[in-house]
Structures are given as structure tokens and as C-alpha cells.
């Protein structure tokens, strides 16, 4: 339901919530079951048009939980508004639900690790691509903070889609780990089993020592000589489209 004070609300829960910044954020965790204490645009009636025609399957959800605000208190509540002027707070998953699901056995799709990147776009485009793949979850080691608003705008709300925590590199799930490096062996040579934990080294300065010594497996996509890297969601992409193209449990849904 509308809160009867939304902007009373958002106040109250912005320090502990998740930001979704768009209609698409706040569609895709309307569609993968988050918590929306409070919704708020700039007007209701084209926002609920939007629905009916890109996400009919949550219309009436939104109806019910969208209250409209004057654009210059809309403006006041995001640090970045976002053309479809939608903004919703919804609950962040706990650390305990999310390693639950990381390390339930037997796995039928796999973990991704970015190790210590930096860059929030990235890291949110990686969300997005692992939730459409059905990976089992995203990790991130290091200082980046896989929720921060930037990141969940990255990746349009799938992040509750997925199972998306920050791990040591001690705590990572399970798992015969397939690092990724150019020296590694060729991909196309390799089936990735579903319970595989594919690590992915930063952008600056690639893969951990400490990710380095978990590694099972090198593997590298292939890459024409002389162009230096990939980046990192489109590294991530063709790893998963491999993993999915031969074999990969959740392959029949594409």
C-alpha cells in the first residue's frame, strides 16, 4: 500500500534501504519479490501507462504502491534523478539469506566473483547480465560495495534477482574456481560445470594473489592479438554465454 507519509518515510528508511532509482530498478524488484516500504513519482498516471505497457505483470502492484510528489521534492530525495522521475526504497536482503543461497549444494548455475573491482557501473552491468543468465549469485572481494545506489542503478533492480554479496576471498563459496587470464587455456576448449566459481580480476590490475591461489583453473577468452582486454561485463557475458552454450543447467532458457 502507499505509505500515508511517503516522504515522512523515505527520510526514515533512507540510511538502511536500497535505493531503486527508474521504473525499470523498481519493476524488476517488484517482479523478484523485494520489500518497498515506499515508491514515489512524479506522476502516477504516466508511470502507471509505462507499466501497462512494459510490465502488466506488476501494474497493479504499483498502482498500489506508488504515491505522487511534486518533481522538486522527487528531486530532493535522489541524488541523480533518473528520467522516468520513479524512486522506490526497498529492503536489502540479509547477509545470512545471501550466503544461504551462495552455498546451497548441489549448485545448478554459477557464482561470479569480481575481485576487487572499482568500477560501479561495471559492476552493476555484471549483476544484470548474471541475473539474465540465472547465475547463482554475484560476489564481490575488496572495498566496492556491491549495493551502493550507482551499482543497483547498474544493474536495473535485478540485484534481486540474484544472490549479491561482498565476501572475502576466504569466504567464497564451493566450487572448482575458473580464474580468468590471458595465459589460461581457451575457453571453447573448456566445459564450465554449473557449481564453477568464475573469478574476474579488476580492471586496473587483474586478479588477486590471494584469488590466484584459489584458482583450479586458467582460462582465457579468446582476445586478436594485440588488443589488450575486454571489459569487465563483456568478459563476464561471454564467460556465462559459454558456460550456458555448452551445457550449462539453466541452458534451456534461452
Do not use: C
Amino acid at each position: 500500500m502507499t505509505a500515508p507519509d511517503p516522504v515522512g518515510a523515505w527520510h526514515r528508511l533512507a540510511e538502511t534501504s536500497v535505493l531503486l532509482d527508474g521504473f525499470h530498478a523498481l519493476k524488476h524488484a517488484v517482479r523478484f519479490g523485494a520489500g518497498i516500504p515506499v515508491a514515489v513519482t512524479v506522476d502516477r498516471g504516466a508511470t502507471l501507462a509505462l507499466a501497462d505497457e512494459l510490465a502488466p505483470d506488476v501494474r497493479d502492484t504499483l498502482d498500489a504502491l506508488l504515491a505522487e510528489v511534486p518533481e522538486p521534492t522527487y528531486r530532493s530525495l535522489v541524488p541523480r534523478p533518473h528520467p522516468t522521475t520513479v524512486a522506490a526504497l526497498a529492503v536489502r536482503p540479509s547477509r545470512a539469506a545471501n550466503l544461504e543461497k551462495l552455498a546451497h549444494t548441489p549448485r545448478t548455475a554459477p557464482v561470479v566473483v569480481l575481485d576487487n573491482p572499482r568500477n560501479l557501473g561495471n559492476a552493476g552491468a555484471v549483476i544484470r547480465l548474471a541475473a539474465g543468465f540465472g547465475a547463482t549469485g554475484v560476489v564481490t572481494t575488496g572495498t566496492l560495495d556491491p549495493w551502493h545506489p550507482t551499482v543497483v542503478r547498474g544493474g536495473a533492480g535485478l540485484h534481486f534477482a540474484t544472490a549479491v554479496e561482498r565476501l572475502t576471498v576466504d569466504e567464497l563459496p564451493s566450487g572448482p574456481v575458473f580464474a580468468l587470464d590471458p595465459e589460461g587455456d581457451d575457453i571453447r576448449g573448456t566445459k564450465l560445470p554449473d557449481d564453477a566459481v568464475l573469478a574476474f580480476g579488476s580492471e586496473r590490475s587483474g586478479l588477486s594473489a590471494g584469488l590466484r591461489a584459489r584458482a583450479d583453473h586458467w582460462v582465457a577468452l579468446p582476445m586478436r592479438p594485440q588488443v589488450s582486454s575486454y571489459n569487465l561485463a563483456t568478459s563476464v557475458a561471454m564467460t556465462l554465454y559459454h558456460w550456458s552454450a555448452t551445457g550449462g543447467a539453466s541452458a534451456g532458457a534461452y
